[in-house]
Every structure is written in structure tokens, then in C-alpha cells.
């Protein structure tokens, strides 16, 4: 990772906070790996923040850090739950459903912000990436559920369907990035995940250690590991449904809006 890091030279300044998720603990194996990012948090003096979530084990401060504590995250750097002293809300300029996004109000502290994300695949029912990451996972319980319903309910979670709630994913990512502009680097980590063997993934196998992608554009970002993962289909039909069903329209939704692009270039780092 520091290679990469090295790679991109990225104007790192001030205070950084490294954004990841810290999981449940039932959920451990598809954790990032701690000693994989320690090095990077060392370098660049990183505190790791993550926002509470609907989940028991991370619905609170202290239940949250203890999670984090218990996946061995703890040290790897010092750690900041973002909402443990309340909320702020994030304006969303041009969204398709969001005017405002609610985050922790730690985030405010931060002048640089690194994401990291051990990229899923057909391990959710959504796939999961640096999308995720800066919406549903950056939001508090409230934001999150912002995110669910359209802006229509914050209190609770209730869904407004799976095509909104990609848009607001979108929307919500905007938030974060006009909130830090320029300040933001993205990290995909794609290594070996067991797929959940449903139907609509009954083909799908694990693809091992892919690697480690890097860009300043979380789209982009996104859609080469959308494009490596779901690559491995046995065909151009299969690939277009695992595509629908693990609902990657949030990356034209967010290109559509601004976010970034759906187009890349890849470079080799050795």
C-alpha cells in the first residue's frame, strides 16, 4: 500500500483520518486484515473513524470501540468514532434525492481522508467499495437511513427500494467529497472472498488476491473492481445480471451527478 501511496503522491496535509469499516465481529472474515494497513496509518500519523451504524455491536460509542478493539484494530492507530459527540449535516448540491447528509461530527476534525475497503462482491446482496463507504458507512444510523429511504425518514430504517437507495448513495458520496474537496484517496482492496452461494451467484468462484487499487476518483476506482470481480463470469449475459443484482447503477447514478467517472486507465505498480 505504500508503494501505491507513493505512486499517486497525494498532498496529505494536517490531521488524517483513514476511513474503513471496523464489522461485527461474527462478520471478522471479511474484515480487512489490521497488519495490511498498519504501515500506511504509520506513515502518514492516520487516526482510523468510522461512523456508528443500525448494528447492536456498533450503534454506540463504547459498544463501537469495543467491536473495533475486538478485530484487532486497535493496533493498528488510534481510533475515532465519528458521531461520539453528535452529528453534522453535509449540504448535497445537484442530488437526485438527498439536500442534506448526516455524518459524525468528528469529520469536521479531519483536513486529509484516506478510504480504504476490502472490496465485496457476491460476499453482499449490494456490493460493497469505496461507494459504500462514503455514504451508508460514513453516515450515522440517521444518514444511513437518509440514504434507505430517499431523505424521506432519518429516524428509522425504511427502504424506498434499491434503485433510490443507489442514488442517494451517490448523493451522499457528493456530500463527502464537496465537504473535503480535494482532500480525499481511495483505496480498493480486492483479495480472496468465499462468494454467498444464492442463485444469482451460483457460477460465481473465488478469484483469490487480485490486489490493490488506488485513485483520487472513487468511481472510477469502483468500477475497476466491479469490472475485475464481476469480469469472471461465464458470460456477457451472466456478468450483466450480477451486475443488476448486486446493484451497481449507484456508479452511473454518481457520474451522472458529478461524483467522478465511470471511465479509467490502469497503471501497473511493482
Known sequence: MLLLLKAIDPALKGKVGIKLTFENYRDREVKINPDLIKPLVSQVKGT???????????????????TAKQNGFDKVGPIDILDAEGEITLSVHGGLHLKTFITGAHLANYDSLISIVRFKGHNLPRYGGTMKNLSICLGTPRGAAQIHSGSKVTEYYSSAGEKTASEAMADAVKAALDYKPGRWIFFNIIDALDPQRRDSCKEAKNIGDIGILVSLDPVACDQAAVDMVYGFAPSEEVRRKWEEEHFTDTLSAAEKIGVGSTAYRLQLVK
Request: hydrophobic content about 40%; proline content about 0%.
Open 48 to 66: 482510523l473513524i468510522d461512523s456508528n451504524y443500525f448494528d447492536s455491536a456498533r450503534n454506540a460509542a463504547a459498544s463501537h470501540l469495543e
